[in-house]
């Protein structure tokens, strides 16, 4: 546990420490006018939980929304082959820096899960994937296109599958 906290705060960059600064004043200062309204009692409760609130949900969401437009990329997968030798997936894909910065590495990961058919099923089927492999992508520059090459493995189902593909990028 305090060996991901020490990942997260070593990972965290200039941005991060602006929001979670904002944040925090604000945090304050909604206490402190809390405070000042304790006479009137619901008023004064209402400012204190939107403070916890806004300290809570407003730096969760503000995170995750502020690294998901600074390190925008897309993905796609080229190309996709089960080997039959072995019990691997071959997956060829690119992944491009649409950011306005240079990424110093990407974890792209791609997922594999069965397919059914039904929508509904499929849906509850991605929450349980057949099999996860990442590989990792250092210095990807502004627009560029990069090209990998993933072997996703041991895969022994026979059956339909979907391959999705993502990327996290810093």
């Known amino acids: 546990m305090s060996g991901t906290i020490s990942k997260f705060i070593n990972e965290l960059i200039v941005y991060d420490y602006i929001l979670f600064a904002t944040l925090f004043l604000l945090f304050i200062l909604f206490v402190t006018i809390g405070i000042l309204f304790r006479n009137r009692g619901a008023i004064a409760i209402l400012l204190i939980l939107f403070a916890f609130t806004q300290l809570i949900v407003g730096s969760t969401y503000g995170y995750i929304k502020m690294h998901e437009f600074l390190f925008t990329n897309e993905t796609a997968i080229t190309s996709q082959k089960k ?13 491009k820096n649409i950011a306005d910065k240079d990424f110093s590495s990407c974890n792209i990961t791609a997922t594999v899960y069965k397919k059914s058919g039904n929508k509904i099923k499929d849906y509850i089927l991605m929450l349980k994937p057949l099999n996860k ?7 990807i520059v502004k627009d560029e296109k990069r090209e990998f090459k993933m072997i996703i493995e041991p895969f022994i ?12 990028c810093r």
């Open 157 to 168: 189902y026979g059956g339909d599958y979907n391959i999705t593909l993502g990327a996290k």
């Open 83 to 95: 080997l039959n030798f072995t019990q691997a997936i071959v997956l060829y894909g690119s992944v």
């Open 133 to 139: 492999m990442s590989i990792i992508e250092q210095g």
